[in-house]
Structure formats: structure tokens, C-alpha cells
């Protein structure tokens, strides 16, 4: 088992910044990528971030090239979001998530453990 503790949400206005972070703990060994998610009222769940453990290879959505990095530091067990320019429509409950094998990093239904969200309201 891995759980996922996301911290770091809150109110911002457009064009502002948030760090979001994700501890890892237990069987964090077992973890192959770790990835971002986020969901907005009314909506699907959707992809956001992804980064392999292991490498540091790192994916993102369309919607937040540009804006948002993802990283992570090993020594800590913690994955991070660093999310500048944020306009209102990234509002959203933001989930980490882990996988343990590869496979298709944007789809929901491949992560394995999720935590429990954290909200970003950006304001306009």
C-alpha cells in the first residue's frame, strides 16, 4: 500500500501563483510514476501531471504547459506542483496519484493509489 497525503491549496487570484505538494508513504518503492489530477465541479476527472519516480520524466496536459512543473524529491518522498499564471478555470480539487506499472500516464483508471484533494479556487 502507498498513501498520499496533498497539501498546499487555497485562494489565489488570476495570474498568481500555489505549490502544491504530495507526501508518499509506504510501499513507496513499489511506485513507478506518480502524476497530478484534477477535477472541477461538474466535470470529469482530468489529467494534469505526471512524473516518473524513478527518471524524472515528466508529461503535462495542454491546458497547463507552460504554467504549471511538476517535480519530486526522492530523499523526501514528496511530489510537487509548482502552478504560476493560474487563471480561473484551473479551479478544481487537485488529487496526487501513484501507479506501479507503466502504461498510460493520462488515464485515470491506471493509478492505483489516490489521495484525498486539495482545492485551488483562482479567483478573476
Known amino acids: 500500500q502507498v498513501q498520499l497525503v496533498e497539501s498546499g491549496g487555497g485562494l489565489v487570484q488570476a495570474g498568481g501563483s500555489l505549490s502544491l505538494s504530495c507526501a508518499a508513504s509506504?510501499?513507496?518503492?513499489?511506485?513507478?510514476?506518480m502524476g497530478w489530477f484534477r477535477q472541477a465541479p461538474g466535470k470529469e476527472r482530468e489529467f494534469v501531471a505526471a512524473i516518473t519516480w524513478g527518471g524524472g520524466v515528466t508529461d503535462y496536459a495542454d491546458s497547463v504547459k507552460g504554467r504549471f512543473t511538476i517535480s519530486r524529491d526522492k530523499s523526501k518522498n514528496t511530489m510537487y506542483l509548482q502552478m504560476n499564471s493560474l487563471k480561473p478555470e484551473d479551479t478544481a480539487i487537485y488529487y496526487c496519484a501513484a501507479k506501479i506499472k507503466s502504461g498510460r500516464y493520462y488515464e485515470v483508471v491506471n493509478y492505483d493509489y489516490w489521495g484525498q484533494g486539495t482545492q485551488v479556487t483562482v479567483s478573476s
Open positions: 509506504g510501499r513507496t518503492y513499489s511506485v513507478y510514476r
